[in-house]
């Protein structure tokens, strides 16, 4: 969905995706910790701190002059689309490094998948809530979001393969909502979805001894 509402936090103008981004984290952390406990939801949190970190200092690389000009923009300004999926890049890399190391398992990557499914899920129903858009578009957003929501949420615990089939309906399902959306398949929400469902089919595969876990 694209932007359309702004608010006004004491001397900034913040977009209702930075908005939209925060209340999907929290709603994601809170899910995860429920579910997996306080020591799961960490690494939610490590991997938000860590995706708003590079994407903020990215302005260095995608607008240097700027910086140079007025070293606050870090502050203010962010490297946009480049710095988020750098961001997301920065991620997987110390993802599968922890694996590596052994300092993240099975339950530990499964949380970090329900979180950020979670995420990615509630960002698109606040965004139909706080920005305008057609009706069509909002509505079936929010119910076909809604319903897979549940549906992962019921689903998510299980064994064998459900993980992978859970990721392979994410992108699915949010291709299919892309369809109806303004932008369709041409946008930052959409493209971070299907780069993250392969990687995150990718690893599950790989790790089929990690199916003994949810037994």
């Given at each position: 969905m694209p932007v359309t509402s702004f608010f006004t936090i004491g001397s900034l103008s913040v977009p209702s995706s930075w908005i939209a981004l925060m209340v999907a984290f929290v709603v994601a952390y809170s899910a995860v910790r429920f579910r997996f406990g306080k020591k799961q939801a960490e690494i939610i949190g490590d991997a938000f701190f860590y995706l708003v970190i590079v994407w903020k200092l990215s302005i260095v690389l995608t607008d240097f002059n700027s910086v140079l000009r007025s070293p606050l923009a870090i502050v203010y300004f962010h490297g946009g689309a480049v710095g988020f999926y750098l961001g997301l890049l920065f991620i997987a890399g110390k993802t599968l490094w922890d694996m590596k190391k052994g300092r993240l398992d099975a339950n530990g990557f499964r949380a970090l998948f329900t979180g950020?499914?979670?995420?990615?899920?509630?960002?698109?129903?606040?965004?139909?809530?706080?920005?305008?858009?057609?009706?069509?578009?909002?509505?079936?957003?929010?119910?076909?979001?809604?319903l897979f929501a549940v549906f992962f949420w019921m689903n998510s615990g299980k064994a064998d393969n459900w993980p992978v089939q859970l990721?392979?309906?994410?992108m699915a399902v949010h291709v299919f909502v892309a369809a109806v959306q303004p932008d369709e398949f041409i946008q930052t929400p959409l493209i971070t979805t299907v780069v993250m469902g392969l990687f995150f089919v990718i690893v599950f595969m790989r790790k089929l001894d990690w199916r003994d876990i949810y037994e």
């Open positions: 950020a499914v979670l995420v990615q899920v509630v960002y698109q129903v606040i965004m139909v809530l706080l920005n305008e858009g057609e009706m069509i578009t909002q509505v079936v957003t929010v119910v076909v979001f809604g990721a392979l309906v994410f």
